[in-house]
């Protein structure tokens, strides 16, 4: 069994495979929140740049009683942010990013389908993302990273 237990319902089939006896083995793998970015040259640090990473859902399960993400405490919380399942809510993300204090300037890139032929990039700023991933066309599922790490490669 191939299961990466961050924001997947994981635990969900190995609750069904212990409590039925069912035997498995879990295959460690790597996350897409660390494996995408380096496909499109993005550092999650970067001495210059960032000392710190959050990895966080970009959308919580509605069921819960009380939200644990806060991006506006991200904003001063961490240099790197990387968001899962953060597209549909991304107005939202952005404004409470804005809210915590980050620059509007701030890079941020979305990959859609990353490591998928027909995957996406886009790169962009907090006060531009909103506009150009609607001109692209961009959709789930996709990762976004934010941060000036997004740019610390590109003049290599």
Known sequence: MNLLLIFRRGTKELEFLIKNKIEFEIIPGISSALSIPIQFNIPLTHRKYSSSIGIVTGHEDPT???????????????????????????????????????????????????????????????????????????????LIIIGKVINSLANL
């Not at 990387?82 to 990959?111: A, F």
């Open 64 to 142: 819960k009683e009380e939200k644990k993400v806060s991006f506006e405490l991200l904003a001063k919380a961490v240099d790197t942010l990387v968001i899962l399942m953060g597209l549909r809510n991304l107005s939202d993300i952005v404004k409470s990013l804005l809210e915590g204090g980050l620059p509007k300037n701030t890079p941020i890139s979305i990959i859609e389908h990353g490591y998928f032929p027909d995957q996406k990039f886009l790169t962009a700023t907090l006060d531009t993302v909103i506009n150009k991933t609607k001109d692209q066309g961009i959709n789930p599922p996709a």
